[in-house]
Protein backbone atom coordinates (compact mmCIF):
# COMPACT_ATOMS: atom_id res chain seq x y z
CA UNK A 1 0.00 0.00 0.00
CA UNK A 2 3.00 2.61 0.66
CA UNK A 3 3.78 3.47 -3.55
CA UNK A 4 -0.34 3.55 -3.91
CA UNK A 5 -0.35 5.97 -0.41
CA UNK A 6 2.82 7.83 -1.42
CA UNK A 7 1.27 9.07 -4.63
CA UNK A 8 -2.11 10.19 -3.07
CA UNK A 9 -0.59 12.06 -0.83
CA UNK A 10 1.95 13.57 -3.71
CA UNK A 11 -1.13 14.58 -5.34
CA UNK A 12 -3.69 16.15 -3.08
CA UNK A 13 -0.39 17.63 -0.90
CA UNK A 14 -0.91 15.93 1.98
CA UNK A 15 1.75 15.70 4.45
CA UNK A 16 1.63 12.96 7.17
CA UNK A 17 1.57 14.69 9.82
CA UNK A 18 -1.36 13.29 11.75
CA UNK A 19 -0.92 10.44 14.90
CA UNK A 20 -0.29 7.39 13.93
CA UNK A 21 -2.91 4.66 13.68
CA UNK A 22 -3.79 1.25 13.14
CA UNK A 23 -6.56 -0.20 11.13
CA UNK A 24 -8.75 -3.55 10.94
CA UNK A 25 -10.14 -4.84 7.69
CA UNK A 26 -12.35 -8.15 8.02
CA UNK A 27 -15.59 -9.58 6.30
CA UNK A 28 -18.76 -8.92 8.01
CA UNK A 29 -21.45 -10.62 5.84
CA UNK A 30 -21.42 -9.91 2.54
CA UNK A 31 -19.77 -6.62 3.14
CA UNK A 32 -15.89 -5.59 4.32
CA UNK A 33 -15.85 -3.79 8.20
CA UNK A 34 -13.02 -1.06 8.44
CA UNK A 35 -12.19 0.31 12.50
CA UNK A 36 -9.82 2.68 13.43
CA UNK A 37 -8.33 1.48 16.79
CA UNK A 38 -9.71 3.29 19.42
CA UNK A 39 -12.94 3.71 17.92
CA UNK A 40 -16.30 1.65 18.40
CA UNK A 41 -17.91 1.72 15.83
CA UNK A 42 -17.27 -0.25 12.46
CA UNK A 43 -17.69 1.54 8.63
CA UNK A 44 -18.98 -0.81 6.25
CA UNK A 45 -18.37 -1.31 2.57
CA UNK A 46 -20.02 -3.55 -0.20
CA UNK A 47 -16.58 -4.33 -1.41
CA UNK A 48 -13.00 -4.79 -0.54
CA UNK A 49 -11.82 -2.15 -2.87
CA UNK A 50 -13.83 0.24 -1.36
CA UNK A 51 -12.52 -0.91 1.95
CA UNK A 52 -9.14 -0.28 1.21
CA UNK A 53 -9.91 3.12 -0.16
CA UNK A 54 -11.39 4.29 3.03
CA UNK A 55 -8.18 3.33 4.79
CA UNK A 56 -6.22 4.91 2.31
CA UNK A 57 -8.01 8.11 2.81
CA UNK A 58 -7.90 8.13 6.63
CA UNK A 59 -4.23 7.36 6.40
CA UNK A 60 -2.96 10.05 3.92
CA UNK A 61 -2.12 12.39 7.17
CA UNK A 62 -0.96 9.72 9.18
CA UNK A 63 2.60 10.01 10.77
CA UNK A 64 2.50 5.93 10.80
CA UNK A 65 -0.03 3.13 10.07
CA UNK A 66 -0.49 -0.35 10.47
CA UNK A 67 -3.16 -2.28 8.20
CA UNK A 68 -4.20 -5.45 10.10
CA UNK A 69 -6.52 -7.46 8.29
CA UNK A 70 -8.39 -10.92 9.13
CA UNK A 71 -7.55 -14.12 7.70
CA UNK A 72 -9.71 -17.12 7.02
CA UNK A 73 -9.13 -18.58 10.26
CA UNK A 74 -10.64 -15.90 11.89
CA UNK A 75 -6.96 -14.72 13.35
CA UNK A 76 -5.60 -10.98 12.38
CA UNK A 77 -2.29 -10.62 9.90
CA UNK A 78 -0.51 -7.90 9.53
CA UNK A 79 -1.46 -6.62 5.46
CA UNK A 80 -0.02 -3.44 5.34
CA UNK A 81 2.29 -0.81 7.67
CA UNK A 82 5.27 2.00 7.46
CA UNK A 83 5.76 1.58 11.40
CA UNK A 84 8.83 3.48 12.11
CA UNK A 85 11.84 0.98 13.30
CA UNK A 86 10.69 -1.78 11.39
CA UNK A 87 10.52 -3.95 8.37
CA UNK A 88 6.43 -3.65 7.66
CA UNK A 89 6.66 -7.44 6.51
CA UNK A 90 8.11 -8.61 10.13
CA UNK A 91 7.70 -6.23 12.83
CA UNK A 92 4.45 -4.92 13.98
CA UNK A 93 3.37 -2.08 15.78
CA UNK A 94 3.97 -2.23 19.75
CA UNK A 95 1.32 -4.59 21.10
CA UNK A 96 -2.45 -2.92 21.79
CA UNK A 97 -5.52 -3.75 24.04
CA UNK A 98 -6.90 -5.33 20.84
CA UNK A 99 -3.58 -7.48 19.55
CA UNK A 100 -4.13 -8.88 23.53
CA UNK A 101 -7.42 -9.79 23.01
CA UNK A 102 -6.69 -11.61 20.35
CA UNK A 103 -3.63 -13.79 22.02
CA UNK A 104 -6.48 -14.99 24.97
Known amino acids: MDLVLQRMRDAVGAVAVGPPAAFWLRRRGRDWAVRREGEAVETLYPTEAEARTAIRIA ?5 AYCVLMQADDG ?20 ETAAHAALRR
Not at 59 to 63: A, E, I
Not at 75 to 94: I, R, T
Open 75 to 94: WYVLDSSNWPGGDSEQDPPA
Open 59 to 63: LLRCS
